[in-house]
């Protein structure tokens, strides 16, 4: 997993400037990888080889333009709680407003690293006007340009020394994480596994306790359940439950091997859900889909099928994801689901020998090879899984640069075909050789 940080402040200071610098060559990448939907609200970053997931709050706050001070205030209590960091960003063109004393009054009461970002300081003149920002009591600021990039490196080489050292994803039980949109029914599909009361349900929204790492062993399984139900409180739960739960999401799924992706069957398949589900696959963790509250559902013979087909539409092109139709109250297919899980979990983990790999493959692109590039062809020689936690594959060839996406697709659908990666992204590199 790698640490999080979060860049708080109110609106129009920068502070998606400053994240689109910090995670656009990243994004590039990943995009082209698996050409799915970028989402802008976070993502991943790294400076001198240290990664990071970087999470722009602002993005969440409804009507950024006339915002409620309430709501700032929220977004920071949020973000700071589930944060391992926070850059809270002024503006120097602005100075210091009202907003910024309460947001800096909320950071003092802080134990996590703060790091206060003056945004905008594009001249020498700005960077004495900055002085006045020492009078937050947040003590030392970094002067910085969004815009220009000028004085970020300062602030990130001080960044990355707090932050927790990466932890490798190395433990001896499988951990998997319950995700969901607020009330798809998280705690009562955790509570008919461990069946007993650890985590309360109720109708309202947003009532799970805190809890992380609850070790669990049934049917012959053992694991850890991933929680992070962190800081929600009862009161401050409505308006909130979207961000909160993306939060919380970000910091599950970092922790997990594999991420239980849970839906509400009669809300279906969303926009938001779909967030979530991709965060995994950015974060390379194996993913199960559970369609819960199936009680729910008037069904006919063809209700499994379509459910499945609209999903699968809407993952593609990683659609080789499984889908658990299941109740969490009438404990159907529970089960099934954790059984899954489990073999998700082995796909992750699986190394597939160098000589297995050859033999399979090669007579395959021998067959199918990829197509000529601007009159060039390539010759791919050997194949290796590298030796990540999840599955990579080299493929060294003579001009890695001319294998397209689609022939990248097309390794990667032949290795899922022999090799069943069910629920695990691939990622398959070309190397020069
Ligand atoms: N001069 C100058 N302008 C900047 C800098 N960084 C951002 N801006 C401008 O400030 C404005 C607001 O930037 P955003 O990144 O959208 O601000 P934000 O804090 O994300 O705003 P919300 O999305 O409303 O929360 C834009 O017009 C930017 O071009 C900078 O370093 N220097
Ligand atoms: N009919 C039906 N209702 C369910 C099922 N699973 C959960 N529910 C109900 O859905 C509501 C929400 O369930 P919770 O388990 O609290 O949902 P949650 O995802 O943990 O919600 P948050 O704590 O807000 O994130 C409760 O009223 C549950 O009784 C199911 O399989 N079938």
């Given at each position: 997993?790698?640490?999080?940080?979060?860049?708080?402040?109110?609106?129009?200071?920068?502070?998606?400037?400053?994240?689109?610098?910090?995670?656009?060559?990243?994004?590039?990448?990943?995009?082209?990888?698996?050409?799915?939907?970028?989402?802008?609200?976070?993502?991943?970053?790294?400076?001198?080889?240290?990664?990071?997931?970087?999470?722009?709050?602002?993005g969440y706050v409804l009507g950024s333009d006339d915002v409620f001070e309430k709501e700032i205030d929220k977004q920071v209590e949020l973000a700071i709680g589930e944060a391992d960091a926070v850059i809270f960003m002024v503006d120097v063109e602005t100075g210091i407003t009202g907003m910024d004393e309460d947001v800096a009054k909320l950071l003092r009461k802080v134990e996590k690293p703060v790091f206060l970002a003056v945004n905008k300081v594009d001249n020498t003149q700005r960077l004495q006007d900055a002085v006045e920002f020492y009078s937050l009591g947040l003590g030392e600021y970094y002067p910085i340009s969004s815009i220009n990039g000028s004085g970020s490196g300062e602030l990130l080489d001080d960044l990355i020394?707090?932050?927790?050292?990466?932890?490798?994803?190395?433990?001896?039980?499988?951990?998997?994480?319950?995700?969901?949109?607020?009330?798809?029914?998280?705690?009562?599909?955790?509570?008919?596994?461990?069946?007993?009361?650890?985590?309360?349900?109720?109708?309202?929204?947003?009532?799970?306790?805190?809890?992380?790492?609850?070790?669990?062993?049934?049917?012959?399984?053992?694991?850890?359940?991933?929680?992070?139900?962190?800081?929600?409180?009862?009161?401050?739960?409505?308006?909130?439950?979207?961000?909160?739960?993306?939060?919380?999401?970000?910091?599950?799924?970092?922790?997990?091997?594999?991420?239980?992706?849970?839906?509400?069957?009669?809300?279906?398949?969303?926009?938001?859900?779909?967030?979530?589900?991709?965060?995994?696959?950015?974060?390379?963790?194996?993913?199960?889909?559970?369609?819960?509250?199936?009680?729910?559902?008037?069904?006919?013979?063809?209700?499994?099928?379509?459910?499945?087909?609209?999903?699968?539409?809407?993952?593609?092109?990683?659609?080789?994801?499984?889908?658990?139709?299941?109740?969490?109250?009438?404990?159907?297919?529970?089960?099934?689901?954790?059984?899954?899980?489990?073999?998700?979990?082995?796909?992750r983990s699986k190394r597939i020998p160098t000589r297995k790999l050859n033999d399979v493959l090669l007579p395959i692109i021998e067959q199918t090879p990829p197509p000529a590039y601007k009159g060039k062809y390539v010759k791919i020689k050997y194949i290796t899984q590298l030796p990540t936690p999840y599955p990579q594959f080299a493929f060294f060839c003579n001009l890695p640069q001319y294998v397209r996406d689609p022939y990248k697709r097309f390794l990667e659908n032949k290795l899922r075909e022999h090799f069943d990666f069910t629920g695990v992204p691939v990622t398959i590199f070309m190397r020069k050789k």
């Open positions: 997993m790698s640490a999080i940080v979060a860049i708080v402040g109110r609106p129009n200071v920068g502070k998606s400037t400053f994240f689109n610098r910090l995670i656009q060559r990243r994004e590039a990448i990943v995009d082209a990888v698996s050409g799915v939907t970028r989402d802008r609200h976070y993502g991943k970053s790294d400076w001198n080889g240290r990664e990071f997931t970087v999470i722009d709050t602002g020394k707090v932050l927790p050292e990466k932890i490798e994803e190395k433990s001896e039980l499988p951990r998997f994480a319950v995700v969901g949109r607020p009330n798809a029914g998280k705690s009562s599909f955790i509570n008919a596994l461990i069946g007993e009361d650890r985590y309360i349900v109720t109708d309202i929204a947003g009532t799970t306790r805190d809890s992380i790492d609850t070790r669990y062993n049934r049917f012959g399984f053992e694991f850890n359940l991933v929680d992070t139900a962190g800081i929600r409180k009862k009161s401050k739960v409505r308006e909130d439950l979207e961000f909160y739960s993306v939060m919380r999401s970000i910091r599950a799924i970092e922790h997990c091997d594999v991420c239980i992706l849970l839906l509400d069957a009669t809300r279906g398949f969303d926009g938001q859900v779909e967030n979530i589900f991709w965060l995994a696959q950015r974060n390379n963790k194996g993913i199960v889909i559970l369609v819960n509250k199936w009680d729910l559902v008037e069904k006919d013979t063809q209700s499994v099928k379509q459910y499945t087909k609209a999903i699968k539409q809407a993952i593609e092109p990683f659609t080789d994801v499984p889908i658990v139709f299941i109740s969490a109250l009438t404990k159907q297919r529970i089960y099934k689901a954790i059984e899954t899980a489990v073999e998700v979990y082995k796909n």
